[in-house]
């Protein structure tokens, strides 16, 4: 029983190591400076309805806007959130909408009201810490309504020219 013990206090002795050394580790948190006229607010017309929806369940993820929590300073769970950040920027960043050629703009629309209807996004692992990022029914229908419409206004200037 003495030895079992003696294992265990070695154990966490060493675990306790592990995560303090791991603190040393630190990868970027950024929120990239970027051109503001190329935002897809100062791209699209968006309402505040839409405005706020995406503010609270997007823009962590998907833009250069990130609100970085304290919890994002300490390992392993920094190292999570900043690839979690940095793949939803490198998918779809509206920070750098105007930067997509029309076609991208278009499908990253489609894909929006797609994503959040299936559930898909925002990410079940964002949304027990972030309350209030879960999409409502109304939600979805307003989000769907306007990525639809935006969409639309895109594939109709496109046609014009």
């Given at each position: 029983m003495k030895?079992?013990?003696k294992?265990?206090?070695w154990m966490f002795i060493v675990v306790v190591c592990l995560f303090l050394v791991s603190q040393l580790i630190r990868p970027a948190r950024t929120n990239p400076v970027t051109d503001q006229s190329l935002s897809l607010e100062s791209q699209l017309q968006i309402d505040q309805k839409v405005a706020t929806i995406l503010e609270r369940s997007?823009?962590?993820c998907h833009s250069n806007?990130?609100?970085?929590?304290w919890y994002s300073n300490v390992a392993p769970v920094s190292w999570w959130m900043v690839g979690h950040v940095n793949d939803g920027r490198h998918d779809l960043n509206f920070s750098e909408?105007?930067?997509y050629d029309k076609?991208?703009?278009s499908r990253r629309l489609d894909q929006m009201c797609e994503l959040a209807k299936s559930?898909?996004?925002p990410l079940g692992s964002y949304t027990p810490m972030?309350?209030?990022s879960k999409l409502s029914g109304d939600d979805l229908r307003t989000l769907c309504v306007w990525t639809n419409a935006q969409a639309n206004a895109i594939a109709v200037r496109t046609e014009t020219r």
């Open positions: 030895k079992f013990r294992v265990i206090r997007c823009n962590d806007e990130t609100r970085w929590p909408w105007g930067t076609r991208k703009q559930g898909a996004m972030h309350s209030g």
